[in-house]
Structure formats: C-alpha cells, structure tokens
C-alpha cells in the first residue's frame, strides 16, 4: 500500500516559497468563484502576498469575501500542488521600488525586473494584500 502524498507542514511552506506562477480564487457572490493567475510571494511561516490595483475584480472580491485561495503547483512530474486559504490580514498601498521591484525580480530576474518597473507606469492605486494561510491542501506525487 501507498504512503500519504500529503506534504508535511515544512514541505509545503518551502513548495509554496519556490517561484510558481499562483491562481488566486475568491468567492463571487451570484457566480462560480473568480480564479486567475497572479505573482505572489511567500516566505515559511509568514502571509502570502499579491500585487493588484484597488478597483480591480480581484480587490473587489477580496473586500467582499474577506479572504482568498491560492493554488501553486508544478507543471511537470512529480507532480505537486499546495492550496492556502485564510483571511486577509492587510492591505496597503505598494511601493514601486521596494514592492514592485521585488516582486518582478522574484519572477523575471533582476534584470527583467528593472525593465518591468521601467514600463509599469507610477503603480497608480496599486496595493499589496496579505492573507494568513489557516487551511491548506497539499499533494506531491513524488513520495513514495
């Protein structure tokens, strides 16, 4: 018989700190739920973190619900997943050159990143959200 493919605690906070593109999900009133592919970024034992303008689909769903979803996973074999889902425990304002820049670095490199910011314009009303990760689900493939 076949172990759990279940991650440990440690496994799946390091699998959701490696660079995957997300999918965010938030419930929709009167709609299935909004689910769409974000940059974010996470460190073990901390919130998750994501970019979006203030008006956006997103942001507005966010503030009805309260929390979110994100799901990373990897696109080849083994294949792994890990699912957080909590409450969001902040929103502000982001900063271009810190926020931004941090952010389009951690997926484009440091060069990419630079030319990112470059053509982002002044942020406009962008924020940065964090949600606390309560629930997770988590699947790797790879244990045996």
């Not at 203030?54 to 994100?70: E, P, Q, T």
């Not at 996973?73 to 900063?95: F, I």
Request: with cysteine; hydrophobic share 40%; proline share 6%.
């Amino acid at each position: 018989m076949a172990g759990s493919f279940v991650m440990t605690r440690e496994e799946r906070q390091a699998f959701l700190a490696e660079v995957h593109v997300g999918i965010i999900s938030i419930a929709e009133p009167d709609r299935a739920p909004l689910a769409v592919p974000v940059w974010y970024s996470y460190e073990p034992g901390g919130d998750v973190q994501v970019l979006m303008q203030s008006d956006s689909r997103k942001m507005v769903g966010i503030d009805a619900a309260g929390r979110f979803s994100l799901c990373a996973q990897s696109e080849s074999a083994p294949y792994k997943y890990v699912t957080a889902e909590g409450p969001v425990s902040n929103v502000r304002p982001y900063d271009i050159e810190t926020d931004l820049l941090a952010m389009a670095t951690r997926y484009l490199g440091e060069e990419g990143g630079r030319d990112y910011i470059a053509t982002a314009g002044t942020g406009g009303n962008g924020v940065m959200v964090s949600m606390t990760p309560e629930h997770w689900l988590s699947t790797d493939y790879g244990k045996r």
